[in-house]
């Protein structure tokens, strides 16, 4: 029914950059929330953020000030700049959307490692 599409990840050294990407497509006529999730290894899955339709973020503590997510609405797209990465960023990054609060989707997920 509703296809995720991710890139962007890959290995970087701490303090360095990437951008993930998640495309959306299916049968749908709008998203409601779009965001991204991530799991490290022994850990549950935590948000990282997410942005609603008309433009509002919310953002873990811990990647305020060097996360941005943003969205292409006619895209169904929505991306995460990830600027001034920590080790502690390692995981598995999962694009998230949902057509109504009860009706979400979820990506396959992306690696991102964090290297010293």
């Known amino acids: 029914q509703v296809q995720l599409v991710e890139s962007g990840g890959g290995l970087v050294q701490a303090g360095g950059s990437l951008r993930l990407s998640c495309a959306a497509s299916g049968s749908f006529f709008r998203i409601n929330v779009m965001g991204w999730y991530r799991q490290a290894p022994g850990k549950q899955r935590e948000l990282v953020a997410d942005?609603?339709?008309?433009?509002?973020?919310n953002y873990a503590d811990s990647v305020k000030g060097r996360f941005t997510i943003s969205r292409d609405n006619a895209k169904n797209t929505v991306y995460l700049q990830m600027n001034s990465l920590k080790p502690e960023d390692t995981a598995v990054y999962y694009c998230?959307?949902?057509?109504?609060?009860?009706?979400?989707?979820w990506g396959q997920g992306t690696q991102v490692t964090v290297s010293t």
């Open positions: 942005i609603a339709r008309g433009g509002t973020t």
């Open positions: 998230y959307i949902n057509l109504s609060p009860t009706l979400g989707y």
